[in-house]
């Protein structure tokens, strides 16, 4: 799989590798300035009532990266 080619959910074995940071927007920013391939930018999962805020990316080789932001109680 190509960067930027469209991602598969129906592959076998993970899926994505996900890490914590303290600020996903500033984090996407960084990543994606510095030339990583933006999946999807920042926004609050779930819409309804957000407990996080999460991020995709994709590496050189096609793997999904997620970043992952913990909301206040």
Do not use: C, K, T
Request: charged letters at 25%; glycine letters at 8%.
């Amino acid at each position: 799989m190509r960067a930027g080619s469209p991602l598969s959910f129906e592959r076998r074995g993970w899926q994505h590798l996900a890490w914590e940071v303290q600020n996903v927007d500033a984090a996407y920013a960084d990543l994606v300035a510095r030339g990583v391939a933006g999946h999807s930018p920042p926004e609050d999962f779930l819409a309804d009532a957000p407990r996080l805020r999460i991020a995709f990316l994709q590496d050189p080789d096609g793997n999904l990266l997620e970043l992952v932001q913990r909301r206040g109680s």
